[in-house]
């Protein structure tokens, strides 16, 4: 039962347009939600989050959309970057529980 | 901030010994631990969330036997896989939190290779 989806297992962007990652869930308990970014044979490294209350956070070069009705969240990257490329995680907690539910991943290319 | 180191970062043993992996939080005070498992193009699957001074919680499917999880100090849990068999082959990867974080700060990773 995957709970957390990432349709689109790899995405290839040209330098310096928009990167555009996808990730769906299906429980709706789910109230935070967080993107990883992670290197091979690496541990993952958080980027952003959003809390539910929310439909936007920006960080610099990258926005979180979440769409609570659609029960859908998108990872924005502009501009997109070489070191940008990398597998990315989507993950999700329930309210009041602490563990992490993470999709199964999307490898970013960056092409120069 | 928020660094997680884990130590060693890629092992090779021999089936049947034993293996100890560590984490720890280096500028933080880890209240809660967890461990994951990856295998190769797959996400990550959490094995177990510890709590210092607590037993591990561990997730359905998973030995606690086989992997013994201690969590002794705010600082510091480590991962022992007994027996180890060529199917525990993996890279186990833990993260930690502090007391009301939500994000879940990851160390960079162990490869085991059993032989």
């Known amino acids: 039962d995957q709970q957390v989806k990432q349709n689109s297992p790899s995405l290839s962007v040209q330098e310096g347009r928009i990167s555009i990652l996808n990730c769906d869930y299906t429980?709706?308990?789910?109230?935070?939600f967080l993107w990883y970014k992670k290197y091979p044979a690496e541990g993952p490294t958080f980027l952003i989050s959003i809390s539910s209350i929310k439909d936007k956070n920006e960080d610099g070069r990258f926005t979180v959309f979440l769409n609570k009705s659609a029960k859908h969240l998108s990872l924005h990257i502009v501009p997109s970057q070489p070191g940008d490329s990398a597998v990315y995680f989507c993950?999700?907690?329930?309210?009041?529980?602490?563990?992490?539910?993470f999709g199964t991943g999307t490898r970013l290319t960056i092409i120069p | 901030g928020a660094v997680v180191s884990q130590h060693p970062s890629r092992v090779i043993c021999k089936s049947g010994t034993s293996v100890k992996i560590e984490c720890r939080s280096l500028?933080?005070?880890?209240?809660?631990m967890f461990w994951y498992r990856q295998f190769p193009k797959q996400s990550l699957m959490l094995m177990a969330t510890s709590n210092e001074g607590s037993k591990a919680t561990y997730e359905q499917g998973v030995e606690k036997d086989k992997f013994l999880i201690n969590h002794a100090s705010l600082t510091l849990s480590t991962l022992t896989v007994t027996s180890a068999h060529p199917e525990d082959s993996s890279f186990y990867i833990c993260s930690a939190r502090w007391t009301g974080a939500y994000e879940q700060y990851f160390g960079p990773g162990t490869r085991l290779t059993v032989t």
């Open positions: 500028d933080f005070q880890a209240t809660t």
């Open positions: 993950a999700a907690r329930g309210f009041g529980n602490e563990k992490l539910t």
């Open positions: 429980n709706s308990m789910f109230d935070y």
